[in-house]
């Protein structure tokens, strides 16, 4: 079953994830249903915040297509092909940012149509739990550090919009505001 996407104006978008405590049968219930919902959305990144839950997890789906090779990435140190690595669960990352700030033009489920250039650090080290509580490590670079950076904003409550200049806010505002609004609309027609 795939879940009801929040979108951009709805509060819990702005909440910060609280810690993943119980690694149990829910958990991977509700990551399945996150992976199910980005795949149906063709997203390549999924926090709990745009599903409903203020939790700290997200999901991610690298396709090798994609990425082109251009990541460069270890795993606990290895490096095991893309595809056996996604999707990928992340619960309670940490990350450690480095390298120079880098355009690309972003995304976001939660801002259907909308796109926007954003400067991120090229490199990410995060640390993080899988869906049984064991710790592991990832560092990367290019696309794959880039969803990371994203995904983990979300689950502070940090949306691409708040990395955006203002010079590119601007060539966006009337898309974001006009969402804004149809999503009030949306929440009280349905008693939200
Ligand atoms: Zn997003």
């Excluded at 009801?4 to 910060?16: D, F």
């Excluded at 090229?122 to 899988?130: E, F, H, P």
Aim: aromatic share 6%; hydrophobic share 40%; net charge negative.
């Amino acid at each position: 079953m795939s879940l009801r996407v929040t979108q951009y104006g709805e509060s819990i978008l702005k909440e910060k994830g609280a810690p993943v405590t119980a690694f149990d049968a829910a958990l991977r219930k509700l990551s399945e249903q996150m992976i199910e919902t980005m795949r149906e959305a063709e997203g390549i990144g999924l926090a709990a915040q745009q599903i409903g839950q203020a939790i700290q997890l997200f999901v991610m789906e690298l396709p090798s297509e994609m990425d082109g090779g251009h990541s460069t990435y270890t795993v606990d140190g290895k490096c095991p092909p893309l595809d056996l690595i996604m999707p990928l669960v992340v619960v309670n990352p940490v990350i450690e940012l480095s390298g120079e700030d880098a355009p690309y033009e972003e995304g976001c489920l939660s801002f259907p149509n909308i796109r926007g250039k954003v400067e991120r650090p090229i490199s990410v080290k995060m640390d993080y739990q899988d869906l049984d509580g064991k710790a592991h490590q990832i560092i990367c670079d290019g696309l794959f550090a880039r969803v990371i950076q994203h995904e983990y904003d979300h689950l502070q409550g940090v949306l691409f919009i708040d990395r955006m200049r203002p010079q590119v806010l601007r060539m966006i505002e009337s898309k974001v505001r006009r969402l804004r609004r149809d999503t009030r609309d949306w929440l009280k027609a349905n008693k939200r």
